[in-house]
């Protein structure tokens, strides 16, 4: 079993240029407290938390001023083994993981909720 398999395809997407506020009300609207920061191209270049955008007080920056850059994000890519998301978030303690593909855009998000139900490791 490889990563894609156990990836989820309908993910929030969040540009650099979008504001903080429209992130908020986005993911406010999405139920969602994480999210990938993509380039024009759908690279993924940063990482948002919805607790690093509660304490941001002017809403009009762009999200990329908050983001956390790729370098510090976890990732995993759609032909690693499915094991392979299941050590990173076991080291990590992360709560969700993008899966990229070879060019680096991001084709999925693994999250923690139900892996261990869905995963014979």
């Not at 908050?66 to 083994?81: A, F, R, S």
């Amino acid at each position: 079993m490889r990563v894609k398999d156990l990836m989820d395809i309908q993910f929030l997407k969040l540009y650099k240029d979008y504001s903080v506020k429209k992130t908020i009300d986005l993911m406010y609207k999405k139920k969602r407290y994480t999210a990938p920061v993509l380039d024009e191209e759908d690279k993924l270049i940063g990482w948002v938390m919805a607790i690093d955008l509660a304490v941001v007080e002017d809403r009009s920056i762009p999200v990329s001023k908050i983001m956390h850059p790729l370098e510090d994000i976890v990732v995993v890519y759609e032909n690693d083994p499915a094991r392979e998301v299941v050590l990173k978030f076991v080291k990590y303690k992360v709560m969700s993981i993008p899966v990229l593909n070879n060019e680096g855009k991001i084709v999925g998000i693994r999250q923690a909720k139900g892996l261990f139900n869905n995963c014979s490791l």
